[in-house]
């Protein structure tokens, strides 16, 4: 089984000391007394974790229908993935894990999740307490703890990180630094459209979003992988549903895709920049000679 390096641990022991803010009090205590058996327990739980942006989940009773359908991109993606069966998995970014359950259910010997989002880990820690997998971790870590693990993970997701940091190119090389020798990663993010080598820089707020730094064109994004020394790029979709894969429900309810786009023009955001598009692409670390 994988085991984090100690001082990665104990980063990820300190920040869920912090998980007991206030702020999370509910959610703590309905996490507390949660009887797994029993669904008027678990739906109560449940709502005490909202918002859920990512699903959707079945448990007993209660089903969430998440603000993101994330059936829709395990769609697009789940074809184009190896064989995960002797694979050590990471999920970079990983949300609640929804990602990672599906990963585990396509036959990955184990997958570890980094997400320093407290809801996101709250959520896991309830579908861990309900259907426990000892395969599966899930740890408050970032992206920024990669150059920690130098060829580590055959196989990494990373999907709706890259364009919330400032280097992406950096980025890209701790990837590919974590990656085994041949490892694979698959990378999805939010683009714009064009046949340049460019990327469109918000200069500000971007869909409503204050941290979206850049968006790639399709070949800016191959380009850039390219420059990072990944070999055996691939564009494995290039489109997604929008508003039928983003919208406000009952269980993740708030501002959602439809709202942050022009209502007279939706091939543009409220603020007038163009309507992402999604790219997934599949890129491989080089194998030693
Ligand atoms: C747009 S969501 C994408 C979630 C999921 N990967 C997906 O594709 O649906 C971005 C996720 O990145 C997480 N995140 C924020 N900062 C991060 C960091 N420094 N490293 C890794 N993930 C981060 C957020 O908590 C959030 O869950």
Same mark, same amino acid.
């Given at each position: 089984?994988?085991?984090?390096?100690t001082?990665?641990?104990?980063?990820?022991?300190?920040r869920?000391?912090?998980l007991? /803010? !206030?702020?999370?009090?509910?959610?703590?205590?309905?996490?507390?007394?949660?009887?797994?058996?029993?669904?008027q327990?678990?739906?109560?739980? /449940? @709502?005490?974790?909202?918002?859920?942006?990512?699903?959707?989940?079945?448990?007993?009773d $209660? =089903?969430?229908d /998440?603000?993101?359908?994330?059936?829709?991109k395990w769609? =697009?993606?789940?074809?184009?993935? !190896?064989?995960l069966s002797?694979? @050590?998995?990471?999920d970079?970014?990983? %949300?609640?894990?929804?990602?990672m359950?599906?990963?585990?259910?396509?036959?990955?010997?184990e997958?570890?999740?980094?997400?320093p %989002?407290?809801?996101?880990?709250?959520?896991?820690?309830?579908?861990?307490?309900?259907?426990?997998? !000892?395969a599966?971790?899930?740890?408050?870590?970032g992206?920024?703890? *990669?150059?920690?693990?130098?060829?580590?993970f055959?196989?990494?997701?990373?999907?709706?990180?890259?364009?919330?940091?400032?280097?992406?190119?950096m980025?890209l090389?701790d990837?590919?630094e974590?990656?085994?020798?041949?490892?694979?990663?698959?990378?999805? $993010? +939010?683009?714009?459209?064009g046949?340049?080598?460019?990327l469109? @820089?918000?200069?500000?707020?971007?869909? %409503?979003?204050?941290?979206?730094?850049? *968006?790639? $064109?399709?070949?800016? @994004?191959?380009t850039?992988?390219?420059r990072?020394?990944?070999t055996d +790029?691939?564009?494995?979709?290039t489109?997604?549903?929008?508003?039928?894969?983003?919208?406000?429900?009952e269980?993740?309810?708030?501002?959602?895709?439809?709202?942050?786009l022009?209502?007279?023009d !939706?091939r543009?955001? +409220?603020?007038?920049h163009?309507a992402?598009?999604?790219?997934?692409?599949s /890129?491989?670390?080089?194998e *030693?000679?």
């Amino acid at each position: 089984m994988f085991t984090l390096p100690t001082d990665l641990l104990a980063l990820h022991e300190t920040r869920l000391k912090a998980l007991h /803010a !206030p702020r999370q009090e509910e959610a703590l205590k309905a996490l507390a007394t949660l009887d797994p058996a029993d669904p008027q327990s678990v739906h109560a739980t /449940a @709502l005490a974790l909202r918002p859920w942006k990512k699903g959707p989940f079945e448990f007993l009773d $209660t =089903r969430i229908d /998440a603000e993101w359908d994330c059936r829709r991109k395990w769609q =697009r993606l789940h074809k184009h993935l !190896p064989d995960l069966s002797d694979k @050590l998995v990471l999920d970079v970014g990983c %949300g609640n894990g929804w990602y990672m359950q599906q990963l585990r259910q396509a036959g990955a010997r184990e997958v570890i999740g980094f997400d320093p %989002g407290q809801m996101n880990y709250l959520q896991w820690t309830f579908t861990q307490k309900i259907k426990p997998d !000892p395969a599966q971790a899930l740890y408050l870590l970032g992206v920024e703890e *990669l150059p920690a693990l130098k060829k580590t993970f055959d196989v990494i997701l990373h999907m709706g990180v890259l364009y919330h940091h400032r280097d992406p190119v950096m980025q890209l090389i701790d990837l590919r630094e974590s990656l085994t020798p041949g490892g694979t990663l698959f990378l999805e $993010t +939010i683009g714009v459209p064009g046949a340049q080598t460019t990327l469109y @820089l918000p200069p500000d707020r971007y869909a %409503g979003m204050p941290n979206v730094w850049f *968006l790639p $064109t399709l070949n800016a @994004l191959t380009t850039m992988l390219e420059r990072a020394r990944f070999t055996d +790029i691939k564009v494995l979709s290039t489109h997604w549903d929008g508003v039928e894969e983003q919208r406000p429900t009952e269980w993740g309810p708030g501002p959602s895709y439809a709202g942050a786009l022009d209502p007279s023009d !939706p091939r543009k955001t +409220i603020e007038g920049h163009p309507a992402p598009e999604r790219f997934i692409v599949s /890129a491989r670390s080089k194998e *030693l000679r």
